[in-house]
């Protein structure tokens, strides 16, 4: 079901192929939504050893998140997490062929339409930035694999080399920093003169991906699937629209002049 909110604001942005830039999450935002995080893809590989998926449970117990702390302490805990979450993968010899043969084995599913979406924005030249909590080496490899992964999608997420060094302004990435980002010069050049942009994500935090100066002119979509009835108030609050019932991109296409 689509929820429209904020109409007036709907109707004063007009997304036309030249002038807007995307933003959007990977979990259960371009995958589907019972769809497992890309974090998760090793996990259910059984590549990594057979002390992988124990220590990767005891680090997320460890770390578990406490809904009535402030964003600042469940910031800390994320960080804590993605950093052990690191070590762990150096621990286990995480590499290239590993992270094939894990995407390859993978449930991980496109959302209805997700793949149609990458393409025409590819076809039209507009730019997607991927801003995830989740694993780079993951959301590339599967994108790559899925052939949806086009030189106009720009990935910012948590990133494992295999040298175990970690890429330098991608790292400890949570829900709750991903307006801290600091974009790449060719990213910027690429997104200069672009007023408008679109943003979708399946958690109110996603929202964060713009800074609030930007939110005026920023159409924010939100999945919404978990508890819809106890949630669907908070996210018509926040997003101008909401989507529901394992909603396809077929709305997100309805908001784009491609002519």
Not at 104 to 123: I, V, Y
Not at 233 to 241: P, S, T
Request: charge should be neutral; hydrophobic fraction near 35%.
């Amino acid at each position: 079901m689509k929820y429209i909110n904020h109409e007036k604001k709907l109707n004063s942005i007009k997304l036309q192929k030249n002038n807007f830039y995307v933003l959007i999450d990977f979990d259960r935002t371009i995958t589907r939504a019972k769809s497992i995080s890309a974090w998760r893809v090793l996990y259910y590989s059984d590549l990594l050893g057979e002390n992988f998926r124990e220590k990767y449970t005891e680090i997320h117990d460890k770390t578990e998140l406490n809904e009535n702390e402030t964003n600042e302490a469940k910031q800390k805990a994320f960080e804590e997490r993605f950093a052990t979450y690191m070590n762990l993968l150096k621990e286990c010899h995480f590499n290239k062929d590993i992270l094939k043969k894990a995407v390859e084995k993978t449930d991980l599913k496109l959302r209805e339409g997700a793949k149609d979406f990458l393409k025409k924005m590819h076809e039209n030249n507009i730019p997607v930035i991927i801003i995830s909590s989740s694993l780079k080496n993951v959301i590339e490899e599967y994108l790559r694999q899925q052939n949806a992964y086009f030189d106009n999608i720009y990935i910012y997420a948590n990133y494992y080399d295999m040298n175990g060094v970690e890429e330098k302004n991608v790292t400890n990435i949570t829900p709750y920093n991903k307006n801290k980002i600091e974009f790449s010069e060719e990213l910027k050049k690429c997104i200069q003169g672009k007023e408008n942009i679109l943003l979708l994500g399946d958690i109110i935090n996603d929202i964060n991906m713009v800074s609030s100066k930007t939110l005026n002119r920023t159409i924010t979509v939100g999945f919404l699937e978990n508890d819809i009835e106890k949630n669907l108030e908070a996210y018509r609050q926040n997003f101008d629209i909401v989507l529901t019932n394992q909603a396809s991109f077929k709305e997100v296409f309805e908001l784009i002049d491609f002519k």
